[in-house]
Nanobody, 125 residues
């Protein structure tokens, strides 16, 4: 059974940094892809970033490009989201998600099968 466990959320002032972690277990993840999504109160869930487990290709939402970095540690089956220059509008519950490989040109948008429980990020102004 696949499990995703996020950690690293918290309260930070605007301009600060946080690093989220997502530990995956339950199967072999080579060639899978992992994404980070977020959902603020009263808003729809939105894509933040994604990475291919094999090869390390990445994609970012325009709103976080240049501030957030997604990376992975294959040995630990863990994906990270380094968030710098945080803004109050980054406040949301952040979720990691896992999916089988996709060779579509917009692979980062293809459906994700497994989701973590979420971790709260709050950025104060």
């Amino acid at each position: 059974q696949v499990q995703l466990v996020e950690s690293g959320g918290g309260l930070v002032q605007a301009g600060g940094s946080l690093r989220l972690s997502c530990a995956a277990s339950g199967r072999t993840f080579s060639s899978y892809r992992m994404g980070w999504f977020r959902q603020a109160p009263g808003k729809e869930r939105e894509f933040v970033a994604a990475i291919r487990w094999s090869g390390g290709s990445t994609h970012y939402a325009d709103s976080v490009k240049g501030r957030f970095t997604i990376s992975r540690d294959n040995a630990k089956n863990t994906v990270y989201l380094q968030m710098n220059s945080l803004k109050p509008e980054d406040t949301a519950a952040y979720y990691c998600a896992l999916a089988p490989p996709s060779y579509d040109s917009r692979w980062y948008e293809r459906p994700y099968d497994y989701w973590g429980q979420g971790t709260q990020v709050t950025v104060s102004s």
